[in-house]
C-alpha cells in the first residue's frame, strides 16, 4: 500500500467512527456514544496522528482526501449539535428537579401544623 493509499485508509476509518457516532447520537445512545468514542474514534486519530509526519502529502492525495475531511467535519459538528441539544435538555431536566425539592422541602415544613383561622373582633 503506497502512502496515498495509506493516508485514505486512516481517514476513511475516522468516517467509518465518526458516522457510528452520529447514528448513536441521534439515536440518544450516549452511554454507547463516549464508549466509541473513547475506544475507537480517537485510536484512529492517534494512528492517524502518528502517521502524519512520516506521509508525503501530494496535491492530488489532499484533493482526494478533502471530501472524507469535510464529511468527518459535518458528522463531528452534527454529534456537537445532538450534545449540546442534550446538555440543554439535562440542565433543564435538573432545574426542575431543583424547584421540585424546593416545593417538597416547603411543604414538608409545615407537615403535620394545623392552621386555624383566628377570629378577629371587630
Not at 51 to 56: G, K, N, R, S, T
Not at 62 to 70: S, T
Not at 85 to 113: C, F, H, P
Request: glycine share 2%.
Amino acid at each position: 500500500m503506497n502512502s496515498a493509499q495509506y493516508l485514505f485508509a486512516l481517514y476513511q476509518d475516522i468516517l467509518t467512527h465518526s458516522q457510528c457516532m452520529l447514528r448513536l447520537a441521534a439515536n440518544n445512545q450516549w452511554e454507547e456514544l463516549i464508549d466509541s468514542e473513547v475506544n475507537h474514534y480517537l485510536g484512529a486519530v492517534e494512528k492517524l496522528a502518528q502517521a502524519m509526519p512520516h506521509q508525503q502529502i501530494t496535491p492530488q492525495t489532499h484533493d482526494r482526501l478533502r471530501p472524507v475531511l469535510r464529511h468527518i467535519l459535518d458528522n463531528e459538528t452534527e454529534v456537537k449539535k445532538l450534545l449540546k441539544y442534550r446538555q440543554d435538555e439535562i440542565a433543564t431536566l435538573m432545574q426542575q428537579n431543583s424547584r421540585q425539592k424546593s416545593v417538597n422541602n416547603a411543604y414538608s415544613k409545615s407537615a403535620g401544623v394545623v392552621l386555624f383561622p383566628t377570629r378577629i373582633s371587630g
